[in-house]
C-alpha cells in the first residue's frame, strides 16, 4: 500500500493497544476498505422534516412532540443510515449477562440489536423523547437525565449526541467520554460525525482519541467502515 493510499485507507479501520506507538496503526482488512454497491444509496435522505439545529433538552422535546419514525426522531437521514450507526456501536466484546447503558438513547432502537442476554437501560435528557422510548419499547428500561446521571454499566455508548454546534461543546464532549469511561467497568462506545457540516461538530479520529487519553483502556478501535461521514471510537479493558 503506498503513502496515499494508506494515509486514506487509514479512516476507514484502526486499532490501537498501549503496547503499540500511539499514532494510530492501520487495522488491515480487505472488507474494511471496499464499499459495497449498495453502501451509498443508505445515504440519501427520506427526511420529511427539517433537521434539528439545537441540541438542548427543550429543543428535543419540541422536536419529539410530532412523532415520527425512530430515525426522525434521532435526527438521522435515513432508517439504513441511523441502523448502521447503532449497529456500529455493538461491535464491542458484548457476552450474555453484561449490562449496556445508551446515553442520549432517543427512542431506544438499539435496544432492538443488543444481543439476548444482554441487559439494556436506555438515558436521554428529553422527557418526550423517554415518554415516546417507554411506548415503543415497554419492555426496556428508561429513564431521564444527563451526563451526571450515567450509573455504572458494563458498558456505556452513545450514537450521535455530541455532534450539535448550538447547545453543545468538544469541551462537553470531552467531558462526557470521560465520564461514560468512568461509569464502564468494561468499556464504550461512540459515534460521531466526521466531516465538517453546517451547524454541526465533527471530530477527527485523533481528537475522538485524544478524550480517553487518560483512561485505562486496553483496547481501541476508530471505525469508518459503515458510514463515509461519520466514525464510530469502541474502547475496552482487557483485564
Same mark, same amino acid.
Given at each position: ?38 453502501? &451509498? ?17 427543550t429543543a428535543w422535546d419540541s422536536y419529539a412532540s410530532g412523532g415520527g419514525p425512530d430515525y426522525l426522531v434521532a435526527d438521522c437521514g435515513s432508517p439504513e ?74 458498558? =456505556? ?19 462526557? =467520554? ?7 467497568? &468494561? ?30 483502556w486496553s483496547c481501541l478501535e476508530l471505525d469508518r467502515s459503515y458510514l463515509p461521514n461519520d466514525v464510530c471510537l469502541r474502547a475496552w479493558r482487557t483485564r
Open positions: 500500500m503506498d503513502g496515499t493510499a494508506e494515509k486514506e485507507a487509514n479512516w476507514l479501520t484502526q486499532g490501537i493497544s498501549h503496547h503499540q506507538p500511539r499514532p494510530l496503526i492501520l487495522r488491515a482488512g480487505a472488507e474494511c476498505l471496499h464499499i459495497s454497491p449498495t453502501f &451509498r444509496d443508505v445515504l440519501v435522505s427520506d427526511r420529511s422534516i427539517p433537521w434539528l439545529t439545537e441540541s438542548s433538552p443510515s441511523h441502523e448502521r450507526r447503532l449497529r456500529a456501536l455493538l461491535r464491542l466484546p458484548v457476552e450474555d449477562g453484561h449490562d449496556l447503558l445508551e446515553f442520549g438513547c432517543g427512542t431506544g432502537r438499539l435496544a432492538d440489536f443488543v444481543p439476548r442476554g444482554v441487559r439494556y437501560e436506555g438515558l436521554d435528557w428529553s422527557r418526550e423523547v423517554i415518554a415516546l422510548a417507554q411506548r415503543r419499547r415497554p419492555h426496556n428500561a428508561f429513564r431521564c437525565g444527563s451526563v451526571a446521571d450515567l450509573t455504572p454499566h458494563d458498558w =456505556v455508548v452513545a450514537s450521535g449526541p455530541f455532534n450539535y454546534a448550538m447547545g453543545w461543546s468538544k469541551s462537553q464532549t470531552a467531558e462526557a =467520554v470521560s465520564a461514560m469511561w468512568e461509569a464502564s467497568r &468494561r468499556g464504550i462506545a461512540l459515534t460521531a460525525l466526521g466531516i465538517p457540516a453546517e451547524g454541526r461538530l465533527h471530530y477527527s479520529g485523533d481528537e475522538l482519541v485524544s478524550f480517553l487519553a487518560p483512561c485505562d
